[in-house]
């Protein structure tokens, strides 16, 4: 028998390439995406997609009504730092409290798994790195704040209702699928791998590196990415471990790399060069932000694929040759 799954923002980057991977292995998935960020084409042949708003009640509770589901993922959200600064309660409403009605309204039609795709921005400015998953949350932006919102609403309804979740937290997605069917299509794109390939392409003006005198080897900010390909699996990996409890957890490949070490590889990938200006800092960025990833790995035995910032690069760099409109191609 066939096992159902709904994601909601599965049409979207993160969560279209976890949809891909349970329709490869036959399961019956239902998409709910308003597709406001999300795009139709990301969505395979033979997978359901309800167009709807997860702030539209009654259009989330008859998708839930036409259960039984094995378990709901979480994807649908804005995701954007700098912007959820600008406009705090946008995202406290749109992420934050949304979000928590979806967890009540699963609560209410006896769904009995729940994982969330959250963010290592709960850390905020955190004191070690690697981050661990015993750091102190302390989220120093209302995007992080509306996800930790979700998590807490989770805790209670384990607590409280017996509900099982899993909260995957990590920092920057990156890559597509390795078979060119599914990649990263923003408007407006703010993730350095894109823009630094469309700087390559001449599709975009030079990319910007805000500030290179920052306490790492080439003064230059150090990020953790991860393959998106590798986040759907341990998506996945996570929703199994459920079967012996609740799990919070990072995702991350527990080393970083530079800005300027992503352009060098984007250079050296594509053959060609990305031209680059140095702006000022910007307000609010660490130094360094890697998330450690040992409770996944010793919970799921989640070891990344795409581990290489080269394996990383060269598959985000096939999809944007490839689709150099994004699926509007």
């Known amino acids: 028998m066939q096992r159902r799954f709904l994601v909601t923002g599965g049409a979207g980057y993160v969560g279209s390439h976890l949809v891909a991977a349970l329709a490869a292995r036959g399961e019956h998935v239902v998409v709910l995406d308003n597709l406001r960020l999300g795009h139709r084409a990301a969505v395979p042949d033979g997978v359901d997609l309800v167009e709807a708003d997860l702030a539209d009640a009654p259009a989330v509770d ?148 805000f500030g290179d005198d920052y306490p790492t080897p080439d003064g230059t900010c150090i990020r953790d990415y991860v393959h998106v390909t590798d986040l759907a699996e341990a998506h996945l990996l996570a929703l199994e471990r459920l079967e012996r409890g609740s799990i919070t957890c990072n995702l991350g490949n527990g080393s970083g790399h530079s800005v300027r070490e992503v352009i060098r590889t984007v250079e050296a990938v594509g053959g060609r060069p990305v031209p680059a200006r140095l702006g000022a800092r910007r307000p609010g960025d660490p130094a360094v932000l890697v998330a450690a990833s040992d409770l996944i790995r010793r919970e799921t035995g989640w070891t990344p694929r795409f581990a290489a910032l080269t394996e990383i690069v060269r598959t985000a760099y096939a999809w944007r040759e490839a689709h150099p409109d994004g699926y509007a191609s």
């Open 62 to 209: 008859a998708v839930l009504a036409d259960g039984p589901w094995q378990a709901v993922f979480h994807f649908a959200a804005r995701s954007l730092v700098g912007e959820s600064m600008a406009r705090p309660f946008e995202y406290l409403t749109e992420n934050g409290s949304v979000g928590i009605r979806l967890v009540e309204a699963c609560v209410r039609h006896g769904v009995a798994r729940f994982v969330l795709s959250s963010t290592a921005n709960v850390y905020g400015n955190p004191p070690v790195v690697p981050i661990p998953e015993d750091a102190p949350t302390a989220t120093t932006s209302p995007y992080g704040e509306s996800k930790l919102m979700i998590e807490r609403a989770l805790f209670w309804a384990a607590r409280i209702h017996g509900l099982r979740y899993a909260c995957l937290r990590y920092f920057n997605a990156a890559g597509a699928d390795p078979a060119g069917r599914l990649g990263e299509d923003h408007t407006p794109e703010t993730h350095l791998v894109p823009l630094a390939i469309d700087a390559a392409l001449g599709r975009r003006p030079e990319l910007v590196i």
